[in-house]
């Protein structure tokens, strides 16, 4: 690998793949930070991790519902620091509704951003880690990889999707240095799960703390929020040199939400 390793995260400019980012850049990695939008505000997260951590970090946009720009991320990526050592598949989004009345384009739209992106950053990213003599893939499935919720069968899928992949890519580089996991979140308050609570008060017929308590924290047994900074820290334990031998596994962090 690099003498500096260079690490991109998908869906990094908020949550839980800013975490990753940051936390990425405090262990001296340069960092890629991504998103769709290509605003000025997402160059300048990118400026404030530089000067933070006195690392290289660039931010790429690129919308990862297309598989061309996927790719694309990680070759301009490869351009920009010459090698990509870390992958994280972060890039998510949600929806929530009875499957019968579940939007199509909202369906495709999951499926592409939650499970097809990193089947396509993966591709990409496997030959030039090759050619470096290793590297380390980690993709941010959730405790929706394991088990289901009502409401949510796009993004369950895509959750168990994404787990079969990491299974699937762990054994075809397990003799190239290169690993690849999953971490499984629970929940963990982000914008992506506060933009879910109106429709799971729909839904559900709710108010917004019967949601909280009812619907999201009654499936962690410990009451309380993942923090990203929690998720960010299984993921530098993931590309640390102490993980070498984890490969094809995941590690739940859920309150013990799957335990039950
Ligand atoms: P978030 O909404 O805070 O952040 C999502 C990020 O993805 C943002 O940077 C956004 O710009 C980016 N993104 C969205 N669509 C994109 C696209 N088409 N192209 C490129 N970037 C795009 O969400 P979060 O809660 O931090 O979630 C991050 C990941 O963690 C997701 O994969 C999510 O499924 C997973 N996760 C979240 C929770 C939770 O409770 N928040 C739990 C388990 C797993």
Redesign the pocket.
Known sequence: MSATRTAVV?????????AIARALAAQSCNVVV????DRPEDHEVAAEISRAHKVEAAYIG????KPAECRALVAKAAERFGSVDILVN?????HVAPVEEFPVEKWD?IIA??LS?AFHTIAAAIPLMKREGGGRIVN?????GLVASPFKSA?VAA?HGIMGLTKTVALEIARDHITCNAV??????????E?QIPDQMKANNMDRDTVVREVMLDRQPTKE??T?EQ?AAAVTYLCSEAAAQVNGTHISIDGGWVAQ
Do not use: E, R, W
């Open positions: 998908t869906g990094s400019t908020s949550g839980i793949g800013l991504n998103s769709f939008s690129a919308d990862m519902s972060n890039a998510g989004i949600q739209a951003i939650n992106s941010i499935a959730s405790a929706h993004y959750k499984c979140p629970g929940y963990v308050l982000t914008p992506l799960v933009a929020f993942v990203v998720v």
